[in-house]
Nanobody, 116 residues
Framework: VQLQASGGGLVQAGGSLRLSCTASGNIFRIADMDWYRQAPGKQRELVCGITRGGSTNYVDSVKGRFTISRDNAKNTVFLQMDSLKPEDTAVYYC???????????WGQGTLVTVSS
């Protein structure tokens, strides 16, 4: 399984970006998907996740601003990021988990930079 993330870029505070992560293979529809981020000098943190059934969860700092969704027909998970803040600046990674964590894979990361 390979995960290809895209959609990062430079945006002004208050702006929006939409990240995508597409998985190869046939495991996506049974997998839970997460977005993590890692800011310079900080540890990687879980931002949000969506289960194979569509249940979602978010870290408090992005609630009401970020929305995770998935399209199983396209093997793709999305992260819609609105009202971006400079503190959202980080490399964003998608993460696939299936059958517990029997199968787990990381995407290559996409850089999001929010200017003030």
């Amino acid at each position: 399984v390979q995960l290809q993330a895209s959609g990062g870029g430079l945006v002004q505070a208050g702006g929006s970006l939409r990240l995508s992560c597409t998985a190869s293979g046939n495991i996506f529809r049974i997998a839970d998907m997460d977005w993590y981020r890692q800011a310079p000098g900080k540890q990687r943190e879980l931002v949000c996740g969506i289960t194979r059934g569509g249940s979602t969860n978010y870290v408090d700092s992005v609630k009401g601003r970020f929305t995770i969704s998935r399209d199983n027909a396209k093997n793709t998970v999305f992260l819609q990021m609105d009202s971006l803040k400079p503190e959202d600046t980080a490399v964003y990674y998608c993460y696939l988990r299936a059958l517990g964590s029997t199968y787990s894979y990381w995407g290559q990361g996409t850089l999001v930079t929010v200017s003030s």
